[in-house]
């Protein structure tokens, strides 16, 4: 019986230390990036806003998974977002899950140029 219940628990143990746990792995290097579009209605309608995701780098360098956390305003710049981040690419044999970025919509206007800046961020 102590020998099963010993045996049970060493198990149990290794397998909880196998686990791969982002706090030990260094954060990949982005190697391409991509920015979004700024959607045509958008940027005709001076309509800013953002895309706020968490996603997942596979170990192939590319982004393996991506969950929209929030947006504003809802599905407006989503798409774009999604678009540019299917082209990022990072490091190789370096997966890493649960990586966050914010992208911002922005309109900059300057009355003396007459000119519309679209920005980024």
């Not at 290097?29 to 953002?50: C, E, H, M, S």
């Not at 929030?70 to 690419?89: G, H, I, T």
């Amino acid at each position: 019986m102590v020998k099963s219940l010993l045996f049970w628990a060493v198990l149990l143990i290794t397998a909880c230390s196998n686990q791969t746990n982002n706090q030990n792995s260094a954060i990949p290097k982005q190697l391409i990036v991509t920015a979004p579009a700024y959607p045509a209605y958008a940027a005709a309608n001076r309509i800013t806003g953002y895309v706020k995701f968490d996603y997942d780098v596979g170990a192939d360098g590319k982004v393996s998974e991506m969950r929209i956390i929030d947006s504003k305003p809802r599905f407006l710049f989503e798409d774009a977002v999604v678009k540019a981040v299917s082209q990022w690419r990072f490091e190789n044999n370096k997966p890493y899950h649960g990586l966050h970025k914010s992208v911002f919509f922005r309109i900059n206007y300057d009355p003396g140029m007459n000119k519309i800046t679209k920005v980024l961020r």
